[in-house]
């Protein structure tokens, strides 16, 4: 059973940017694909990318290519989430969650989220 | 990108009732689905992967079926735990994709 625990809420100024933070524990880190699917408010689920601790690599949402980056600290079995040049539409509740690698990649279990807000 | 469109948008039951959710994919995603609850304030909770296998600890009055670009997701006998919003997800091909979502209220 592995838990998801990330950092705390944010208030963000537009053009600037935000990195989340979600550690895992609880299950070998390297058996997972790290996810961040976010969710604007009243709205659905949207995925933005993955990183894959066993290889070190990276799958981003084209959407999100320009300005995202996702990485990983082993020793602390932890993965940031950093986006940039924030706008209002990024306000959201940001969720990372742990599939268990192609092909199975549904998403099995979820950090509690975090809430982003980008304001003047 | 593969668009998923579930079907209804909101779906009102009653405690005891048999429901059904449709989710279509714009092409075939073969048995690369998976659906999720989820609660108000909650993180979505994985139900069903691969068309139609429960998650562990996942009522058996769950159930999915279909197969391609049209799947099911039905609850044989509504339980009060069971309002929420049910999404389906395509991991067929990159970008990872959801329906918009299924409101299921009393």
């Known amino acids: 059973q592995v838990q998801l625990v990330q950092s705390g809420a944010e208030v963000k100024k537009p053009g600037s940017w935000m990195r989340v933070s979600c550690k895992a524990s609880g299950g070998t880190f390297s058996n997972y694909f790290l996810n961040w699917v976010r969710q604007a408010p009243g709205q659905g689920l949207e995925w933005m990318g993955e990183i894959i601790p066993m290889f070190g690599t990276t799958n981003y949402a084209q959407k999100f290519q320009d300005r995202v980056t996702m990485t990983l600290d082993e020793s602390t079995a932890t993965v940031y989430m950093e986006l940039s040049s924030l706008s209002s539409e990024d306000t959201a509740i940001y969720f990372c969650?742990?599939?268990?690698?192609?092909?199975?990649?549904?998403?099995?279990?979820w950090g509690q989220g975090t809430q982003v807000t980008v304001s003047p | 990108d593969i668009q998923m469109t579930q079907s209804p948008s909101t779906l009102s039951a009653s405690v005891g009732d048999r429901v059904s959710i449709t989710c279509r994919a714009s092409q075939s995603i073969s048995r690369w689905l998976a659906w999720y609850q989820q609660k108000p304030g909650e993180a979505p909770k994985l139900l069903i992967y691969?068309?139609?296998t429960l998650e562990n600890g996942v009522p058996s009055r769950f159930s999915g079926s279909g197969s391609e670009t049209e799947f099911t997701l039905t609850i044989s006998s509504l339980q009060p735990d069971d309002f929420a919003t049910f999404y389906c997800q395509q991991y067929k091909t990159y970008p990872w994709t959801f329906g918009q979502g299924t409101k299921v209220e009393i």
């Open positions: 969650a742990a599939s268990p690698g192609s092909p199975r990649d549904y998403f099995e279990y």
């Open positions: 691969e068309i139609s």
